[in-house]
C-alpha cells in the first residue's frame, strides 16, 4: 500500500499549523508560506481553492492518495443524506485514523505504520488494512507484544490529547468505538470545507 514518504513539515507550514500533530516543526513559525514568492501568492481560482481543500483533507488523515479518495467517495454518494457529511464520517472511521484518535500513536503517520506492522486487533483478530472500515461496538487494542514497545508507551500515556466523544478507553491499549463518527463531532486541526472536496472528486474522477 502506498506511503506518504515527502516533507512533512513543509506542507504544515503551507497550510500554518500543526495538522500532522508533530512535536517539533522548525518550518511552521517562519511567516511565509514555502516557496521563493510564498508571501506574493496570487488569488486562487475557483479549481485552485478546490484543490486546497482536498489538500488539506488528504493531508488531515494521512497523506491519503487521489485514488482512495475517489474510493471513499464513490462508497458514500450512492447513500441517501448528506454526501460532504456522509464522506467526512467515512474517512473518520478508518482504522489508522480511529488508532490515532484512541491515543495509540502520536501522529497519523506512526499510527498507519502500527496497522500496516500487524500491531493493532480488531475484536480480538489482527487487522493490518489501514483502510478498514471501525464500525460501533468494535474494539480496537494493541496486541500484547507489542504494548512494550517505546512509541507505544509514550503516546497512551499523553493524555494531553482529547478523546473524541464517539470512543471510549477500557485502558490504555484497549478502546472501543461507541457510535459512528458524526459530522458535528469530528474536530480537525484546521477548517476544510468539505463540499467543495466532495465538488472536486466529482468534476476530475
Known amino acids: ?8 513539515n513543509r506542507i504544515a507550514r ?16 517562519k511567516p511565509n508560506p514555502p516557496g521563493m514568492h510564498g508571501a506574493k501568492r496570487k488569488k486562487k481560482s475557483d479549481f485552485g481553492i478546490q484543490l486546497e481543500e482536498k489538500q488539506k483533507l488528504r493531508a488531515v488523515y494521512g497523506m491519503l492518495t487521489q485514488k482512495q479518495l475517489i474510493r471513499a467517495y464513490n462508497h458514500v454518494i450512492c447513500k441517501t443524506g448528506n454526501t460532504a457529511h456522509m464522506f467526512l464520517e467515512h474517512l473518520e472511521a478508518r482504522l ?11 501522529t497519523i503517520f506512526a499510527a ?6 500487524g500491531h493493532i486487533l480488531v475484536n480480538g483478530k489482527k487487522v493490518d488494512r489501514r483502510s478498514f472500515q471501525v464500525k460501533p461496538g468494535m474494539k480496537i487494542s494493541i496486541k500484547q507484544a507489542s ?16 478523546l473524541p466523544e464517539y470512543l471510549t478507553l477500557s485502558d490504555q491499549c484497549t478502546g472501543q468505538m461507541q457510535a459512528p463518527p458524526a459530522y458535528d463531532l469530528i474536530v480537525l486541526p484546521l477548517p476544510i470545507n468539505v463540499p467543495l472536496v466532495c465538488e472536486f472528486i466529482a468534476h476530475t474522477a
Open 14 to 29: 503551507k497550510f500554518g499549523t500543526n495538522i500532522f500533530g508533530k512535536q517539533r516543526n522548525p518550518l511552521l513559525h
Open 112 to 117: 498507519q505504520q502500527l496497522v500496516s506492522h
Open 147 to 162: 504494548q512494550s514497545m517505546k512509541a507505544v508507551q509514550a503516546s497512551v500515556q499523553n493524555t494531553s490529547v482529547e
Open 1 to 8: 500500500m502506498a506511503r506518504y514518504r515527502g516533507p512533512k
Open 96 to 106: 489508522d485514523n480511529i488508532v490515532y484518535r484512541l491515543r495509540f500513536a502520536a
